[in-house]
Structures are given as structure tokens and as C-alpha cells.
């Protein structure tokens, strides 16, 4: 899992400056069918993104989908759409005080035989949708990818979020946009946005009750 080149060239970029971060969670079916049955699961979950915050847990962050024309939307996210995030705190004044990012990319493959399996999506931050300046309405600069992916090896199913290049966005027009998006980056940098990632991939694999799980693991 954490060769990730293995499964997922397309999803997580090269790490080149400023911070990164892995956060990963896995679980082993009882068999060929459960392990199938789960993978799916996952990656409805994964695609259910206006839903992240119930398998996440009360502490959460919102998340919305947001289509391409810029309505909210009730479906499973496509490449094109944005993220609109509600995160505890301050807002972000040039997103109306919402964090923003783009769905840039959107892949899966599995080999002949579905014992190796991957499906994610790829996402930076991005302008809110009446915004028509450059400029990123997120607390990280517009270059910081965030790869959600779900894997199958076997019976094991695993979920991962991976962080690359994070730096603190200090380009906003605004000298209060510019101050909080500073303060929430290094604190997301610091650990803060693990507690989320954690609690986001732990709910994508979180089994059925009648699913018989052989073994939990980090």
C-alpha cells in the first residue's frame, strides 16, 4: 500500500516541495466474495461525497458537490465537479466563507482476474464557482493535490488519502483571507486535517454488520 506508484501513477503526483502526507486505512474479508462486495461498497463511498460526513462522524467537516455550472448536486462526483468544504472555523471570504477544490482526474483498473483492484479521484484547490479570478479559495496553494483511493490486493481492501506538495495559500487579495488560510494551512500541515483523513478512510472501509471481518488493521 504505501508503494503507491504500484497501483495509482495517475493519482499521486511526484512530491516535490513543501509538506506531504499518508493516511491509510485496511481490512481483510473472509473470502473472495466479501472482499468484492466490500471493495464496491468503497467505492460508492468514496463517490458519495455529500455523504463523507456520516460515515466520518460528528466532528467532521461538510462536504458538498458542486457541478461544473456550479449547482449543488445529489449524485456520485465526476471529474469536473467541486468540492465545496464547510471546515469548523473562520471561512474563507473569497469562497463565501466555504474552502474550494476541483476534481481534476478520476481513475480505476483492476488485472484480469480482480485480485488487484484501485479506483480514486485527484483534487486541488480550486476558485467557488462565481468567483472568475485565478485565485484558489482554499487554505492551501492551487498546485497542493489530494488523492483519494481505494485499493483490492487479494481479500484486502484499503482506503488512503494522500497529501502532496501542501504549502499555506498566501496569495489571497485579502489581508484577513490571507491571514486565516496561513493559520489553517500550517495547523492541516501540523495534523489537524489527519484527524479528518483518518476518520474519512476508516468510514469507506467500515464493513456491514454481517460482514465477517478476518482481520483490522492500519
Do not use: C
Amino acid at each position: 500500500m504505501h508503494r503507491t506508484n504500484i497501483f495509482i501513477p495517475g493519482l499521486v503526483p511526484d512530491q516535490s516541495a513543501g509538506g506531504q502526507s499518508n493516511t491509510m486505512r485496511s481490512i481483510t474479508a473472509a473470502n473472495a466474495k466479501e472482499a468484492q462486495d466490500l471493495y464496491d461498497m468503497a467505492r460508492h463511498r468514496l463517490l458519495d461525497i455529500n455523504n463523507w460526513h456520516k460515515i466520518s462522524g460528528d466532528l467532521s467537516a461538510r462536504f458538498q458537490l458542486v457541478a461544473a455550472n456550479g449547482r449543488i448536486v445529489e449524485r456520485e462526483a465526476q471529474e469536473g465537479d467541486s468540492i465545496r468544504i464547510n471546515i469548523p472555523g473562520p471561512g474563507n471570504k473569497a469562497g463565501k466563507g466555504f474552502d474550494w477544490v476541483k476534481i481534476e482526474h478520476i481513475e480505476g483498473g483492476a488485472d484480469a482476474n480482480k485480485e488487484l483492484a484501485y479506483f480514486g479521484l485527484k483534487v486541488s484547490p480550486y476558485r467557488a464557482p462565481e468567483n472568475a479570478g485565478p485565485q484558489a479559495a482554499h487554505f492551501f496553494e492551487k498546485d497542493v493535490t489530494s488523492s483519494f483511493v481505494i485499493t483490492k490486493v487479494g481479500n484486502t481492501i484499503g482506503a488512503a488519502i494522500y497529501g502532496r506538495n501542501e504549502k499555506p495559500n498566501i496569495k489571497s487579495r485579502r489581508v484577513l483571507d490571507k491571514v486565516r488560510d496561513f493559520i489553517t494551512g500550517i495547523g492541516a500541515m501540523a495534523g489537524l486535517s489527519k484527524i479528518q483523513w483518518k476518520a474519512l478512510v476508516r468510514g469507506i472501509v467500515h464493513p456491514p454488520a454481517h460482514f465477517h471481518k478476518a482481520g483490522l488493521f492500519h
